[in-house]
């Protein structure tokens, strides 16, 4: 019988990589502005690959970007750029369709939610609140509450503990079959692979089932719930 949910937060909740083209966008447009003196694709494509080796929660990008153009930072256009990048955030920042009405139904009926993520346990609480998402949860889990990424079991078992849920009780899903899925699966937990966030044009993810909407996941539950009656 599943009792409980556990949702990847980036690219399965949120869409994370549309919101992070559009503000990296604004902030190259806003630099420019400023006067540097690059085009657009250029301080794009630089921004990118800092990301690349940093990771994309990394917080010092535009700082890198100035430092390895010119060795210095210019601080009027570091603050063009951050103020854009912030502003087209918040105007980008959107769920996916359905996220939220598919997350009041299952707390109606009766399902305990928890979000797993990697992102830091700040940048993942803004997303929450931003999206007036923060009360909707059980449990939140970020990378600093076990110090370990997903597939490490460390971060699910986490969750399952403050929803005092067992494996078998839970369902996870998650856009990325080799951290959500594997992970998942590693503790016997049922999975769920979000096609409609997939930004790796994924063909094998492993996982029991397949959604393309989010409203796609009531009928897995009542399926799985069913079987076992």
């Known amino acids: 019988m599943i009792r409980a949910v556990i949702f990847d937060l980036d690219n399965t909740l949120v869409d994370f990589m549309a919101m992070k083209k559009r503000a990296i966008t604004s902030a190259a447009e806003a630099m420019i502005d400023a006067g540097l003196n690059l085009s657009k694709d250029d301080i794009v494509q630089r921004i990118w690959k800092i990301y690349d080796e940093r990771g994309f929660e990394h917080q010092r990008v535009f700082d890198d970007l100035l430092e390895n153009l010119f060795g210095q930072i210019n601080h009027k256009i570091l603050a063009s750029g951050i103020v854009a990048y912030r502003q087209a955030r918040e105007a980008s920042l959107v769920t996916y369709p359905h996220v939220s009405s598919t997350l009041m139904t299952l707390t109606k009926n009766g399902f305990k939610l ?26 939140v889990v970020t990378f600093e509450d076990t110090h370990q990424k997903k597939p490490h079991p460390a971060p699910f078992q986490k969750a399952l503990s403050l929803m005092e849920t067992a494996p078998d009780e839970a369902i996870m899903l998650g856009d990325w079959a080799e951290r959500d899925v594997l992970g998942a699966k590693l503790l016997g937990m049922k999975t769920v692979f979000a096609r409609y966030g997939d930004v790796f044009d994924t063909i094998e993810h492993g996982a029991d089932y397949e959604i393309s909407d989010i409203t796609e996941l009531l009928g897995v539950l009542d399926k799985e719930n069913n079987a076992d009656k």
Not at 118 to 129: V, Y
């Open 114 to 139: 928890a979000v797993v993520s990697d992102a830091p346990t700040r940048e993942a609480w803004l997303r929450l609140c931003y999206l007036k998402l923060h009360h909707t949860f059980d449990a």
